[in-house]
């Protein structure tokens, strides 16, 4: 993170695998193994005091937390510039670096910043262009964050060793320097430059988590900077970052220019007044926070992701995956990114052995389960004794059906097969979960994520039997893992089992209020406005609620979300996020971009970072995913464009973006129609579009045995083999 200040600069730093713990420790309560049954009797008579006692004493994990990510802290830079004027902060989002300009003592300075994937520094650049000095000092004793254990010294730089303290990871903060003009000179404490005419900072961080000499990892990084250049490190910079950046483009034609506007300006400045060059820019932000976060090798972003500056920053800055994780990930796919996608799904490997572990000793049966939180090392036991969201067993599955989507958008199956043995596992536990009432066959004792009801007895409960979202997740999650073994040819004694034990899951329904009901009993919420609406998890990111398939169910969806609305819901960034992608399912274009401007207006700050409040960046991700969403849609077999495009991006064009069945589509529209389109069905197979009005029949299905394209222009459809 940087600051930018011209004469006392600060840079946050972070690196993905400093945590306060090493590895995962036993926090499951083994209680839990001769209670849970009793709860759930406990729960459907009604005894919902007792229930919550007993789940307190004997579910509840001891020690109550997992491990939580950590900041490597804040490097402090002194300048030599006697005042400044003419300050001007960029982020270049096309080459994802970060510029500082100003003038001082009638001398055009520039300062670059940029984080290399390829060569792993962060390096920081400053020049002038018409003969001005650097001088500065970089303190190294401001450094904070962890216990410091040494520091040492090489040729190619200072090494600073800290270990973070509750037993967790050791690492080292390796900086170096290199002049053109001038003089340094490096201690253990410090750096100073002299009057440089240029002057390259690069800095790399490692943790012991890799199993390797950090030091000398560290030290080949800084050596091999070095030896290239700023110049070459920051054009391989670029170069990896376009790889991603440039697969997807987005243009919404604005009537005003904006150029030169600052961002925070526009931000207080859109409600009201819609700005359309903010849309594409935010969504281009979400697409550079999501290449500079995830790639596949790395770890999953986070609550805060890399960007959290607290050494014990909100809810750990784990990964709560009740929604935030899985929010984390749902721009990748359709924004062309699925190889960022990678580094969630690469971590169900992390934390299937601790799930299997967690069921069989805290449940007595057999799979994998996860709560509401895992960390770095993929501890899958209850989190937080929290009662509307500790015990909640439907972590793992959910997370799972992300395997399944993953596979819809690339027809992988290579990756399919490396990973439907997860899917199973998680399937195995929720056959084994499920208990039937009343015919129907629920999960319990679980919760709708954070909420509280009120029973008909006149008492106030979270945890209850059977809620719509576990319902509507096992029912993906089922229906994924038929789709998977299908796909695969890999049918067997469980697929067998998921066919049948689906139509026995409860029906979602309406309730008195025209909602869907959020709970098997059509209860009334204590906080109407609830931030989470998990009974719409069916509307999105499922697809189990459309108009062609549930038409009441979606009046009742659009019921659901007015509801909470009216009653202040959706005042958190990551639900406004949501509520937006809500929208666009329901085809509502012109409430989408209205809670856009909400999210703009009131849910993000300055830098453009998401508001919960505080910090987390799920709402940027959200919001970047709700923006495809109102301009691409493909669940369900069928192809739509401009789905939800509001009234006020009347004309514009997007480019790469990704559909179902890998397929890449390109387009343009004006006065909000299709006016020329782009479908690339880059493996063949069948493309079903539901053709754009002035183009033909209603929908049209295409199909190839090799790749092919789709052209939509003046009126008419082709079909092109390539």
């Known amino acids: 993170m940087v600051y930018g200040d011209p004469e006392f600069d600060i840079i946050q730093l972070n690196e993905e695998t400093i945590w306060n713990r090493k590895g995962v420790i036993e926090r499951y309560n083994p209680k839990s193994v001769g209670s849970y049954k009793k709860i759930r009797e406990l729960l459907l008579e009604g005894k919902i005091g007792e229930a919550t006692e007993l789940e307190i004493s004997d579910m509840y994990p001891h020690p109550q937390d997992e491990?939580?990510?950590?900041?490597?802290?804040?490097?402090?830079?002194?300048?030599?510039?006697?005042?400044?004027?003419?300050?001007?902060?960029?982020?270049?989002?096309?080459?994802?670096?970060?510029?500082?300009?100003?003038?001082?003592?009638?001398?055009?300075?520039?300062?670059?910043?940029?984080?290399?994937?390829?060569?792993?520094?962060?390096?920081?650049?400053?020049?002038?262009?018409?003969?001005?000095?650097?001088?500065?000092?970089?303190?190294?004793?401001?450094?904070?964050?962890?216990?410091?254990?040494?520091?040492?010294?090489?040729?190619?730089?200072?090494?600073?060793?800290?270990?973070?303290?509750?037993?967790?990871?050791?690492?080292?903060?390796?900086?170096?320097?290199?002049?053109?003009?001038?003089?340094?000179?490096?201690?253990?404490?410090?750096?100073?430059?002299?009057?440089?005419?240029?002057?390259?900072?690069?800095?790399?961080?490692?943790?012991?988590?890799?199993?390797?000499?950090?030091?000398?990892?560290?030290?080949?990084?800084?050596?091999?900077?070095?030896?290239?250049?700023?110049?070459?490190?920051?054009?391989?910079?670029?170069?990896?970052?376009?790889?991603?950046?440039?697969?997807?483009?987005?243009?919404?034609?604005?009537?005003?220019?904006?150029?030169?506007?600052?961002?925070?300006?526009?931000?207080?400045?859109?409600?009201?007044?819609?700005?359309?060059n903010l849309v594409g820019l935010y969504f281009d932000f979400g697409r550079y926070l999501m290449i500079s976060c995830s790639r596949q090798g790395t770890k999953p972003a986070t609550?805060?992701?890399?960007?959290?500056?607290?050494?014990?920053?909100?809810?750990?800055?784990?990964?709560?995956?009740?929604?935030?994780?899985?929010?984390?990930?749902?721009?990748?796919?359709?924004?062309?990114?699925?190889?960022?996608?990678?580094?969630?799904?690469?971590?169900?490997?992390?934390?299937?052995?601790?799930?299997?572990?967690?069921a069989r000793d805290m449940y007595g049966i057999e799979g994998f389960v996860a709560h509401h939180n895992t960390d770095l090392f993929g501890d899958c036991a209850p989190q937080d004794n929290w009662i509307s969201a500790t015990i909640w067993a439907s972590g793992a599955a959910w997370l799972c059906t992300h395997i399944w989507t993953h596979y819809e958008f690339t027809l992988d199956k290579e990756f399919l097969r490396e990973y439907l043995p997860i899917m199973k596992r998680a399937c195995v536990f929720m056959k084994n979960y499920l208990f039937e009432h009343d015919g129907k066959l629920m999960t319990g004792p679980s919760l709708s994520p954070e909420n509280t009801y009120i029973h008909s007895s006149g008492e106030q409960g979270q945890i209850c039997v059977g809620p719509t979202m576990d319902t509507m997740i096992v029912r993906d999650l089922f229906t994924d893992c038929i789709k998977a073994s299908e796909v695969l040819g890999d049918e067997d004694d469980l697929t067998d089992a998921l066919r049948k034990l689906l139509p026995r899951l409860p029906e979602n329904k309406i309730g008195k209020h025209g909602q869907i009901m959020e709970w098997t009993e059509d209860y009334d919420e204590t906080e109407i406005g609830h931030r989470h609406i998990s009974q719409l998890y069916g509307l999105y990111p499922s697809s189990q609620l459309t108009y062609e398939k549930t038409p009441e169910l979606m009046k009742?969806?659009?019921?659901?979300?007015?509801?909470?609305?009216?009653?202040?819901?959706?005042?958190?960034?990551?639900?406004?996020?949501?509520?937006?992608?809500?929208?666009?399912?329901?085809?509502?274009?012109?409430?989408a971009a209205k809670h856009i401007d909400h999210l703009f207006f009131g849910s993000t700050y300055p830098n453009c970072f998401d508001k919960h409040p505080p910090f987390q960046i799920d709402g940027n991700f959200g919001g970047t995913a709700g923006i495809a969403e109102m301009l691409l849609q493909s669940q369900d077999g069928l192809i739509r464009l401009l789905p939800a495009i509001p009234d006020h991006w009347k004309s514009g064009e997007v480019k790469g973006l990704k559909a179902r069945g890998d397929v890449t589509v390109n387009m343009s529209w004006h006065d909000c129609k299709v006016e020329s389109a782009e479908l690339i069905a880059n493996q063949g197979g069948k493309v079903t579009l539901l053709v754009p009005e002035g183009f033909g029949s209603e929908t049209v299905t295409f199909d190839g045995e090799s790749p092919y394209k789709i052209v939509l222009q003046n009126g008419k459809m082709e079909q092109i083999n390539l």
């Open 67 to 276: 491990s939580h990510y950590d900041t490597a802290g804040f490097l402090m830079i002194g300048f030599n510039h006697d005042g400044y004027s003419d300050y001007k902060r960029v982020l270049n989002l096309e080459e994802a670096v970060c510029t500082v300009t100003f003038n001082s003592e009638n001398h055009a300075y520039e300062r670059e910043y940029l984080v290399s994937a390829p060569d792993n520094v962060l390096a920081m650049h400053e020049s002038s262009s018409d003969g001005g000095k650097t001088s500065l000092k970089i303190d190294f004793s401001c450094l904070t964050a962890g216990d410091f254990v040494e520091s040492s010294l090489d040729e190619n730089g200072v090494y600073l060793h800290y270990r973070e303290k509750d037993e967790g990871c050791d690492y080292i903060i390796a900086i170096t320097c290199e002049n053109v003009g001038g003089m340094s000179k490096l201690t253990g404490t410090e750096l100073d430059v002299y009057d440089a005419d240029e002057v390259t900072m690069y800095l790399t961080i490692r943790t012991d988590f890799h199993g390797e000499d950090i030091y000398a990892w560290c030290s080949s990084v800084l050596e091999n900077a070095l030896g290239l250049g700023y110049q070459a490190v920051k054009s391989r910079h670029v170069a990896d970052y376009n790889t991603y950046f440039d697969r997807v483009s987005l243009n919404i034609d604005d009537e005003v220019n904006h150029e030169g506007t600052p961002t925070d300006v526009r931000l207080n400045a859109c409600w009201g007044a819609p700005d359309n």
């Open 303 to 358: 609550l805060q992701g890399i960007w959290n500056k607290d050494f014990y920053p909100a809810w750990g800055s784990r990964y709560t995956i009740n929604i935030n994780t899985e929010m984390n990930y749902w721009c990748a796919e359709p924004c062309n990114l699925s190889d960022c996608h990678m580094a969630l799904l690469e971590h169900l490997k992390v934390m299937l052995p601790n799930g299997e572990k967690v």
């Open 556 to 591: 009742a969806a659009q019921a659901t979300i007015e509801r909470r609305l009216s009653h202040g819901g959706g005042h958190t960034g990551w639900s406004k996020a949501w509520i937006i992608n809500m929208w666009a399912r329901l085809r509502n274009g012109n409430e």
